[in-house]
């Protein structure tokens, strides 16, 4: 499983900002490593702030959450955002969460086909119980799937050779491990 620097990364535009701020509060008050923008404004100005912004969006945040205003569309750094969430959450969407805080019904561009949650009906604490419930259900899966990886691993190599005395095979409807004998039947 990759390791992330962050569990969760919030784009926003500033006129949200007391939005997402209250939902950082509540995330780390759960114990989650948040990249919140002002939370991270001495790391910012030693940065490349394109850069910077490209990878903790792509590949150093498990979750990826997009707060979408008026005028989130229309931002330079939120665009980057956005796109770089998009494609990084291509192969696993539960790792992004769209929440539209606009009255448009329907997002346009490239949001539109994704679902999202309506931001003017929840409260900052719901999103981010939202957030933490993905962020641990992911992290269960993935420990779980990281465990039968080492037992399948643990069964290669030398180890193999001691477990391939219990392996069953099928042959003509009589099941049997290896070096089995019934009779003058050797499988």
């Given at each position: 499983?990759?390791?992330?620097?962050?569990?969760?990364?919030?784009?926003?535009?500033?006129?949200?900002?007391?939005?997402?701020?209250?939902?950082?509060?509540?995330?780390?008050?759960?114990?989650?490593?948040?990249?919140?923008?002002?939370?991270?404004?001495?790391?910012?100005?030693?940065?490349?702030?394109?850069?910077?912004?490209?990878?903790?969006?792509?590949?150093?945040?498990?979750?990826?959450?997009?707060?979408?205003?008026?005028?989130y569309l229309d931002g330079?750094?939120?665009?980057?955002?956005?796109?770089?969430?998009?494609?990084?959450?291509?192969?696993?969407?539960?790792?992004?969460?769209?929440?539209?805080?606009?009255?448009?019904?329907?997002?346009?561009?490239?949001?539109?086909?994704?679902?999202?949650?309506?931001?003017?009906?929840?409260?900052?604490?719901?999103?981010?119980?939202?957030?933490?419930?993905?962020?641990h259900k992911f992290l269960?899966?993935?420990?779980?799937?990281?465990?039968?990886?080492?037992?399948?691993?643990?069964?290669?190599?030398?180890?193999?050779?001691?477990?391939?005395?219990?392996?069953?095979?099928?042959?003509?409807?009589?099941?049997?491990?290896?070096?089995?004998?019934?009779?003058?039947?050797?499988?």
């Amino acid at each position: 499983m990759m390791n992330y620097e962050y569990d969760v990364a919030i784009s926003y535009k500033s006129e949200i900002e007391a939005k997402a701020a209250k939902i950082n509060d509540y995330l780390t008050k759960e114990g989650l490593n948040v990249f919140f923008a002002p939370a991270r404004q001495q790391e910012m100005l030693s940065e490349k702030i394109h850069q910077m912004l490209y990878g903790v969006y792509k590949n150093q945040s498990l979750m990826k959450v997009l707060l979408i205003s008026e005028s989130y569309l229309d931002g330079e750094w939120t665009a980057l955002e956005k796109r770089v969430s998009l494609e990084s959450t291509k192969e696993d969407r539960k790792r992004l969460l769209i929440v539209n805080y606009t009255d448009q019904i329907i997002l346009p561009g490239d949001l539109k086909d994704l679902q999202y949650m309506d931001g003017r009906a929840l409260q900052e604490d719901k999103v981010a119980s939202l957030v933490t419930e993905r962020i641990h259900k992911f992290l269960r899966k993935n420990a779980k799937g990281e465990r039968e990886k080492e037992i399948k691993e643990e069964f290669t190599g030398e180890k193999r050779s001691a477990v391939k005395k219990v392996i069953i095979h099928n042959k003509g409807g009589i099941v049997a491990g290896d070096n089995a004998h019934f009779g003058n039947i050797q499988l």
